[in-house]
């Protein structure tokens, strides 16, 4: 078997990636020793487009250029398969002073190089040193059966049919090549953030597989004017919906008046009141929402 073939094979059969957990020490930090000093963690390894990397003796470092520029630049520090050997290594990718960081390189031919990435560094103009906040990690990681693991600013590159699953929001996410979609999470019971004037006998929103569901019996202190709307609470954190969602709820006053619920894609819940109808203190408003989520 030659080298391509085995990149060809085991590239396509096995994920890239460091071995580990998002939790897990990184890979690359500084403490600011040295000059413009990187350093790279023992015990730490990856596969690299079927390729195996370990630094299993001590750590290293990796020294910055200078800038001198009068902007501050953004470097990136990646792991580098290079077609000319197959070796992998750890690299750095100065970026342009103003600008963002730099792209990897992902040449998918016989040459060239193929890059994951490990952090982002900050250099400041005539940095001489670097600080630990200076590092940002954009590696993800393989999990004990190969599983992408990650967090959201540690995502791979889009790729159809690529799932992966996100430690942070406890996730699994499906790409079709330019967007992710999850496909299996579970937020539990969670509620509404209740805007001031609200009690609650009941405040619920789940989270299942994209969908939510709220269920509500709210009661405000004041009174509703008609054809308002007032502000119910707010939906936790990656619960919103795509577009503005409305509903139905009663609120018990005489035979139980219908009412709007509505939530918006800010994630706000609100009762809007018809036109010659406004609600009195004190009465429950009943009602549930389900919508797709926006992530």
């Given at each position: 078997m030659t080298q391509r073939q085995h990149e060809l094979i085991l590239g396509r059969g096995m994920a890239t990636g460091v071995?580990?957990?998002p939790d897990d020490s990184s890979v690359v930090y500084a403490n600011g020793a040295g000059t413009r000093q990187v350093n790279v963690r023992a015990s730490k390894s990856a596969?690299?487009?079927?390729?195996?990397?370990?630094?299993?003796?001590?750590?290293?470092s990796k020294t910055l250029a200078a800038n001198t520029s009068g902007?501050?630049?953004?470097?990136?520090?990646?792991?580098r398969l290079s077609r000319s050997d197959y070796s992998v290594s750890v690299q750095v990718v100065q970026g342009t002073p103003g600008a963002g960081a730099p792209a990897t390189t992902n040449a998918t031919g016989t040459s060239g190089w193929w890059e994951l990435p490990l952090a982002e560094?900050?250099?400041?103009n005539n940095a001489t040193t670097l600080a630990s906040t200076d590092v940002v990690r954009r590696c993800w990681y393989l999990g004990e059966d190969g599983m992408i693991l990650c967090k959201a600013a540690t995502m791979p590159p889009p790729s159809p049919g690529?799932?992966?699953?996100?430690?942070?929001?406890?996730?699994?996410?499906?790409?079709?090549?330019t967007t992710w979609s999850p496909t299996a999470e579970d937020s539990?019971?969670?509620?509404?953030?209740?805007?001031?004037?609200?009690t609650a006998a009941l405040n619920r929103v789940q989270k299942r597989n994209g969908t939510v569901v709220v269920a509500?019996?709210?009661?405000?202190?004041?009174?509703?004017?008609?054809g308002t709307s007032v502000k119910v609470g707010q939906l936790p954190a990656g619960c919103y919906p795509t577009?503005?969602?409305p509903g139905q709820a009663s609120y018990g006053a005489g035979n139980g008046e219908a009412v709007r619920l509505k939530v918006t894609t800010a994630g706000g819940v609100y009762v809007e009141t018809p036109l010659g109808l406004g609600i009195n203190a004190g009465r429950a408003l009943d009602g549930s929402l389900t919508f797709h989520a926006a992530s």
């Open positions: 071995h580990g957990h596969l690299v487009e079927g390729y195996f990397w370990q630094n299993d003796a001590v750590e290293f902007s501050t630049r953004i470097d990136l520090v990646v792991l560094v900050t250099v400041a690529r799932v992966v699953y996100r430690t942070d929001t406890d996730q699994y996410l499906l790409s079709n090549g539990g019971l969670l509620s509404l953030a209740l805007s001031s004037g609200w509500v019996n709210v009661t405000r202190s004041t009174t509703i004017a008609a577009f503005d969602v």
